[in-house]
């Protein structure tokens, strides 16, 4: 009756969870686009989107991957053997136990007529399979806690979900261990199927468990004489070996009964085999009722997200696809840390602690991002900085096991923050290189938006920016000195400038309009000798530095070795960080 509400309140938690959970794929919204497309819009878009995909060739895409990338993980394969072998003992065991052992009574029963758990091949898979998960979770821990794997990062969720398996494996191999030796489990089955009652059968029958399937009996200890055990193997014949196989199949048990045999009796007054079934299949449902909460649901999520990005592709799926697929990833990461391992820009994390730099961490901030809850004000500019801290390489995307598609995350992300957040520096270029590409996916009010809120912001520091007027009768005497500046040894190279013009005459923000200096103002040779005159805020005020994309062709074409990119960078760096001590 308790075990039978247990399961009952385990399935309602999972069910109701799992309804939470596929529901917020299609309430999070990532990314600008998402948030003009509802939930049922989503719901249709998707149901439509899967029917498309069935009856068309797409299927056979479908399958290939499931059956390399979600069956047989070649992704993981391709990057981390061991971690293979730990995913394909988990998944495998897990699975195959659940099918075979779990559900018994539904799927084993049906397909095998004459099914016992106690005869061959059953009792051997079972032990195969729990200890194939058990070679797993070992690994895990190894791993996680011996091998310190670099960027694997564990959080309590990971934690859990190691102690839950291992719980459950553990507990069923004690379990079948302390049957084995149970006089009281010994006895039970005599009376209700044997059907003896002379005594000295039952003797002879008792002996022969108690050598050959290692009972512990309160009231025969071995050697028995050849003549009882031959009597006994008789008996055992007619009456036990239908539901029963020898007990050393059950590897698993039969090796931990072995250990435990000495304190047999001990075990069996304190009823131990009892609880064990009670903390077996409690555990069981605990795992259940807590799945859709756990690491553990990317056994779903994963699947799906690898099945998805296989057929979905930008451009050609539809919107309100893409935004979806973008929150099922968010629940499909597994936080395995390949990412992070191969980001690009991880050094940063030397010098700037944030977490969110590492793409493995980013993806949990922005999981609250999407979900609409309120952030500080400090936790959104750490998510800011961590999506800033990008150099668009690829690299994360390209190696996720289950084959997110960060990138597009990243970019959606920071167009999200753009709009709403801290007015964003790095992002004011309006020919900035992966924004600037990005440019048709963004409606081009918002595109602008942020320039202009990062320009506002520049130019509420900035004198000069406010009063243009006053660029052209600036006096000497309007100068701060040049080494108000503030350079580096290397910046300070603008010094030499002679005034050439090769550097405005190569950049190509300069030659991508017809007149550059009504858009850009100060062209770079004329920031140089701003700079070499000490005029900080004339350079502050050029839109030059705010819109070069530091491709270092000034730099190098420059006949007198001018550091000119480097001068732009650190004026840009000093304007940034006067408005952020000042205004923010
Ligand atoms: S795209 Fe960005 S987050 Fe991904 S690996 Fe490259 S630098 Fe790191
Ligand atoms: S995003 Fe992919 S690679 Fe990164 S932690 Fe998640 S699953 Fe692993
Ligand atoms: S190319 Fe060099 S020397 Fe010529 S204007 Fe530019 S910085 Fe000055
Ligand atoms: S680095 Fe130099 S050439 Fe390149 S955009 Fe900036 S100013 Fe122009």
Same mark, same amino acid.
């Given at each position: 009756?308790?075990?039978?509400?247990?399961?009952?309140?385990?399935l309602?938690?999972?069910?109701?969870?799992?309804?939470?959970?596929?529901?917020?794929?299609?309430?999070?919204?990532?990314?600008?686009?998402?948030?003009?497309?509802?939930?049922?819009?989503?719901?249709?878009?998707?149901?439509?989107?899967i029917?498309?995909?069935?009856?068309?060739?797409?299927?056979?895409?479908?399958?290939?991957?499931?059956?390399?990338d979600v069956?047989?993980?070649?992704r993981?394969?391709k990057?981390?053997?061991?971690?293979?072998v730990?995913?394909?003992?988990?998944?495998a065991?897990?699975?195959?136990?659940?099918f075979?052992?779990?559900?018994?009574k539904?799927?084993?029963?049906?397909?095998?007529?004459?099914?016992?758990?106690?005869?061959?091949?059953?009792?051997?898979?079972?032990?195969?399979?729990?200890?194939?998960?058990i070679?797993?979770?070992?690994?895990?821990?190894y791993?996680?806690?011996?091998?310190?794997?670099?960027?694997?990062?564990?959080?309590?969720?990971?934690?859990?979900?190691?102690i839950?398996?291992?719980v459950?494996?553990l507990?069923g191999?004690?379990l079948?261990?302390?049957?084995?030796?149970?006089?009281?489990?010994y006895?039970?089955?005599?009376?209700?199927?044997?059907?003896?009652?002379?005594p000295?059968?039952?003797?002879?029958?008792?002996?022969?468990?108690?050598?050959?399937?290692g009972?512990?009996?309160?009231?025969l200890?071995?050697?028995?004489?050849e003549?009882?055990?031959a009597?006994?193997?008789?008996?055992?014949?007619?009456?036990?070996?239908?539901?029963h196989?020898r007990?050393?199949?059950?590897?698993?048990?039969?090796?931990?009964?072995?250990?435990? @045999?000495?304190i047999?009796?001990?075990i069996?007054?304190?009823?131990?085999?009892?609880?064990l079934?009670?903390?077996?299949?409690?555990a069981?449902?605990?795992?259940?009722?807590?799945?859709?909460?756990?690491?553990?649901?990317?056994?779903?999520?994963?699947?799906?997200?690898?099945?998805?990005?296989?057929?979905?592709e930008?451009?050609?799926?539809?919107?309100?696809?893409i935004?979806?697929?973008?929150a099922l990833e968010?629940?499909?990461?597994?936080?395995? #840390?390949?990412c992070?391992?191969r980001?690009?820009?991880?050094?940063?994390?030397?010098?700037?602690?944030?977490?969110?730099?590492?793409?493995?961490?980013?993806?949990?901030s922005?999981?609250?991002?999407?979900?609409?809850?309120?952030?500080?004000?400090?936790?959104?500019?750490?998510?800011q900085?961590?999506?800033?801290? *990008?150099?668009?390489?690829?690299?994360?995307?390209?190696?996720?096991?289950?084959g997110?598609?960060?990138?597009?995350l990243?970019?959606?992300?920071?167009?999200?923050?753009?709009?709403? #957040?801290?007015?964003?520096?790095?992002?004011?270029?309006p020919?900035?290189?992966?924004?600037?590409?990005?440019?048709?996916?963004?409606?081009?009010k918002?595109?602008?938006?942020?320039?202009?809120r990062?320009?506002?912001?520049?130019?509420?520091?900035?004198?000069?920016?406010?009063?243009?007027?006053?660029v052209?009768?600036?006096t000497?005497?309007?100068?701060?000195?040049?080494?108000?500046?503030?350079?580096?040894?290397?910046?300070?190279?603008?010094?030499?400038?002679?005034?050439?013009?090769?550097?405005?005459?190569?950049c190509?923000?300069?030659?991508?309009?017809?007149?550059?200096?009504?858009?850009?103002?100060l062209l770079?040779?004329?920031?140089?000798h701003?700079?070499?005159?000490g005029?900080?805020?004339?350079a502050?005020?050029?839109?030059?530095?705010?819109? *070069?994309?530091?491709?270092?062709?000034?730099?190098?074409?420059?006949?007198?070795?001018?550091s000119?990119?480097?001068?732009?960078?650190?004026?840009?760096?000093?304007?940034?960080k006067?408005v @952020?001590?000042k205004?923010?």
């Amino acid at each position: 009756m308790f075990l039978t509400a247990s399961l009952y309140v385990a399935l309602a938690i999972f069910g109701l969870a799992l309804i939470y959970k596929v529901s917020t794929w299609f309430r999070f919204k990532i990314g600008i686009e998402s948030t003009q497309i509802s939930t049922p819009k989503r719901f249709f878009a998707a149901v439509k989107g899967i029917l498309s995909t069935l009856f068309s060739a797409r299927i056979l895409t479908l399958l290939k991957v499931f059956l390399l990338d979600v069956l047989l993980q070649f992704r993981i394969l391709k990057e981390d053997t061991l971690r293979w072998v730990m995913h394909i003992c988990i998944y495998a065991g897990f699975f195959l136990l659940l099918f075979m052992h779990a559900l018994d009574k539904y799927i084993t029963v049906a397909i095998w007529k004459n099914y016992y758990s106690t005869i061959n091949p059953f009792m051997f898979l079972r032990d195969l399979f729990g200890v194939l998960v058990i070679i797993g979770v070992a690994i895990a821990i190894y791993r996680r806690f011996i091998l310190k794997v670099p960027r694997l990062f564990s959080k309590a969720m990971d934690i859990y979900a190691i102690i839950l398996v291992a719980v459950i494996m553990l507990s069923g191999i004690f379990l079948e261990a302390t049957k084995m030796i149970a006089y009281s489990d010994y006895q039970r089955m005599v009376n209700e199927y044997s059907g003896l009652s002379d005594p000295q059968e039952l003797k002879a029958l008792e002996a022969y468990w108690v050598k050959e399937f290692g009972t512990v009996s309160p009231n025969l200890r071995g050697p028995f004489d050849e003549k009882t055990l031959a009597q006994g193997k008789d008996l055992h014949q007619s009456s036990c070996a239908e539901c029963h196989a020898r007990p050393q199949w059950a590897f698993a048990g039969y090796g931990t009964a072995k250990v435990i @045999r000495p304190i047999g009796l001990g075990i069996d007054q304190a009823r131990l085999p009892s609880i064990l079934w009670y903390i077996h299949i409690l555990a069981c449902f605990v795992g259940l009722a807590y799945l859709p909460f756990s690491k553990m649901f990317h056994i779903f999520t994963s699947a799906l997200s690898l099945l998805a990005n296989s057929v979905m592709e930008k451009g050609k799926s539809s919107p309100a696809n893409i935004a979806t697929r973008q929150a099922l990833e968010l629940d499909a990461c597994t936080h395995c #840390g390949t990412c992070s391992l191969r980001c690009s820009v991880i050094m940063a994390f030397e010098e700037i602690k944030n977490m969110n730099i590492f793409p493995s961490e980013k993806i949990a901030s922005i999981k609250a991002l999407a979900s609409g809850k309120e952030l500080s004000a400090g936790e959104l500019k750490h998510i800011q900085e961590g999506v800033y801290l *990008c150099t668009n390489c690829y690299r994360c995307t390209v190696v996720c096991p289950v084959g997110i598609n960060l990138q597009d995350l990243w970019f959606n992300v920071r167009e999200t923050l753009l709009q709403k #957040g801290y007015p964003e520096f790095f992002a004011l270029s309006p020919l900035s290189f992966y924004r600037g590409l990005m440019r048709e996916e963004t409606v081009q009010k918002d595109y602008e938006k942020p320039l202009i809120r990062a320009r506002e912001a520049i130019a509420s520091q900035c004198d000069l920016m406010k009063r243009k007027e006053k660029v052209l009768p600036l006096t000497p005497a309007d100068r701060p000195l040049q080494s108000g500046l503030n350079l580096s040894a290397q910046a300070k190279t603008f010094s030499v400038c002679f005034g050439c013009q090769t550097c405005t005459t190569v950049c190509p923000v300069v030659s991508n309009y017809e007149n550059p200096q009504e858009v850009l103002g100060l062209l770079p040779h004329q920031i140089m000798h701003a700079a070499g005159l000490g005029l900080r805020d004339l350079a502050f005020g050029s839109n030059m530095l705010w819109d *070069c994309l530091t491709c270092y062709q000034c730099q190098e074409q420059c006949p007198q070795g001018v550091s000119v990119t480097d001068v732009l960078y650190e004026l840009k760096n000093l304007a940034i960080k006067h408005v @952020r001590e000042k205004a923010l």
